[in-house]
């Protein structure tokens, strides 16, 4: 006796009953009828616990729960999520899958309107069904389906009755399709995407393909509609009309990502009209580039998951427009859908607000890897039409959008014929558009050599061509598909990277990885990640790397990735009294922006107005002369030129600053304390100036009214996952080494406290236990009866090898909520995630200092700070400091897995930083570059403290 009884879930081959792939489109006068909301649901433990009784008309579901559909029945109170990155969380035996499969099937009993029309057909059609479906209507079994982020549909119109329709859906959350998906991501089953009933009237559309390309040089437009059912093309604005298949040719505005131009047009057949939105646009390899409309293009994009904190992949439409317009206001010019066709929503969103997308089909074998790739399917002839399949359904459905310009075969599965086929295919059926595909060095099948998380280094080898490969390789251009990895605080390196992507020709740019946190909101933890749900197994955080948090707040590394891709260049050379503009733009002249120069004196401006700026076309730069300067004082002077958009666009507002350039005009002057006032020693206490300290120990105990304590050297963050990096690097991983060396627990030495001539002197000594490496310090107070002046001096002893996670000094107050500053700002930043902060007066509270990384670390520090004002107290710089204050101290920081670990104390903990270590992206990527580590040798600093009021 067999207990495989449901064969079809372990069956390699795609499906069975379904209609051959097709555009998908909205009709302008077909009827349809949503089948989204509320459906019967019942979940049973294995694909075969229930017969399809369900199914018959009649079948009471009156206990059944209720589901929402679109949804996951695992973010509706049935069954938990599990998070994986590339591991199976289940037994890897292709194509078998466990017995223990949750199995969801839904029920939905549906009248015809009333004016549905009697003739003709209708079909249904599944979006997203993750990830096998078995599909009844009225009682008969019409087939099934796997390809869980495609479209399936099924001819119905023959089992339809005006009323009471029963519309059974067996889902299993395991299938052999589940080998196929296993991207890094939630596994979350269930008719995720939307349900609907087309009707077909005779003589309907059914599958149409809009070849509309652009010749930059003659300026002219060539559009041909082939349509399996013949009919006429209309596109009003061009004054065309033509009958399918016939190519016309009129002069046109192009396509781009940075000018979306679309042109209304309808298909319209015997039986059914067709909305278009025709972009004109040319994608080619040319010269050993990728070129739209004749010109290399670069890439400054985005990974985008669909991501929502309740609904998971379920997305509505004003969260694919929310992602959108955040990317578009984030200077984000390009999107690869990873790892699947996203909902066809967003690309027709692409389309209108202008952004080029890799597409890629949902495909991903990733956990083979785990047995050297044994098994792969993508090099199986038995998967291939599996393969084969997924390929059509992705660029049958996409093929219409201008904005897609590649295909991408999918993520991190290896190698093998599989994939070959599925290129062949793609060629065969679209070369208007290029292949890519990460997965394979030797680029046989692509058209452009990709790779991921490489560092800086070899990117800059590959631009010059330096990075050996084989013929067809060393002929293509450069991507990094995915890099500056997002977990956490970070990416680290961006800025360097996109001077390197500027530098040569050959690199098109590349994708951040990655666009949100998919962390889960969660009554426990605020929000939850891999792990929270008791899986067995697990990658924790990892599913936490976005560049937006799970409630789609932008993180530093957006504002941060924002800054560093602007699409103008403005470097201001305060001294001539001149800015350089520049135009990074790949089509666009300037007229879409406005300037404006500003000077500020100590961060406060002084001068404005609007700067003249010739619309340079792409590529151009000029000098422009600025308005003279204030006359010189006392204070700091900068100026700054900003770029906004002149006028309302469709996604951003006039006055929206894309662009901007700070620049020095005259220095800061250090502020200097005559060390007037002498230490006065008491009983117990020392008064030197506003200051009294512990006479015993040296600590600081109070300035003026303001108790402080605790006030040492510090040189410990809570490391970041950057810091921590990802298990199989092979790199250093310094926040491991911090931790094998004891950083976290330093203790302190008190050697000698000297109250002489006008300082006070306080001498330690800072190591961790078990370890012969130090940092003696030295704190050397003085004041000049109003002011205090602190200079810290310290010098490695011992053979330090790795770098420190952070140098300065820390202390607690006791009252403090408002903070106010001058420095960078307003959001946080380090050594390597700094060219976003911009110089000037910034407010703000403590709790609002604060970035929320769902797995709390390191976060928060206010670069290039030249005077903090907090609790009662002033700080001053010299040199400038790093700024960093929350309610929790470092090491309860450390500790916290979630934000709701962190409960704030009486105390807010204030860190003076000297100098802070790099971010990096070795969480999935390189570790800070050289230059950002922060090396142990001799260093002073100073801070002059006054009590405020
Ligand atoms: C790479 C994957 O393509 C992506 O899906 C994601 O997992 C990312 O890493 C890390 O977040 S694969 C990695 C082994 C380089």
Redesign the pocket.
Known sequence: MSFRTADYVEDVSPGSGTLPPRAWYASSDAASLSLNGSWHFRLSPTADAEDAAFAEPGYDSGGWAEVSVPGHWVLQGHGSPIYT??RYPFPVDPPRVPTENPTGDHLRVFDLPADWPADGGCVLRFDGVESCARVWLNGTDIGGFKGSRLPHEFAVGQLLRPRGNVLAVRVHQWSAGSYLED???WWLPGIFRDVTLLHRPAGAVRDFFVHASYDHVSGAGTLRVDSDVPGRVTVPDLGVDVATGEPVTVPVEPWTAETPTLYDGVLATEGERVPLRIGFRTVALADGLIKVNGRPVLFKGV?RHEWHPRRGRALDRETMRADVLLMKRHNINAVRT??YPPHPAFLSLCDELGLWVIDECDL?T?GFTEQGWRDNPVDDDRWTPALLDRAARTVERDKNHPSVLIWSLG??AGTGRGLTAMAEWIRGRDSSRLVHY?GDLTCRDTDVYSR??AAHAEVERIGRGLDGGTGRRRRLPFIQ??YG?A?GNGPGGLADYQRIFESYERLQGGFV??WIDHGIEDERYGFAYGGDFGEELHDGN??C?GLLFPDRRPSPGLIEYKKVIEPVGIDGDGAGGTVRIVNKQDFADLSAFAFTWAYQVDGETVESGDLPVPALAPGESAEVKLPPPPPAGPGETQGTVRAVLAADTAWGPRGHVVAWGRFPVTARQMPSVAATARPVTGERRITLGPAAFDARTGALTAIGAVPVTGLRLDVWRATTDNDDG?A?QTDTRYGLLWRRLGLHRMRHRLDAVEAEGDALTVRTRVAPAAREVGLATVYRWTSDGGRLRLTVSVSPEGDWTVPLPRLGIRFGLSAADRVRWFGGGPGEAYPDTRSAALPGRWESTVDDLQTPYVRPQENGARADVRWAEIGGLRVEGDPEFWFTARRWTTEHLDAAAHLSDLTPGDTVWVNLDHGQHGIGSQ???PGPLPRYRLRAEPAEFSFVFSPLG
């Open positions: 990155n590339h991207q890094d991501q990974n990873s790892h991903e990733h993520n991190e990460e991921m998380y598909c995915e990895h977990m990885w990655e990892f599913v790397d990802a199989w969480s999935c990527g």
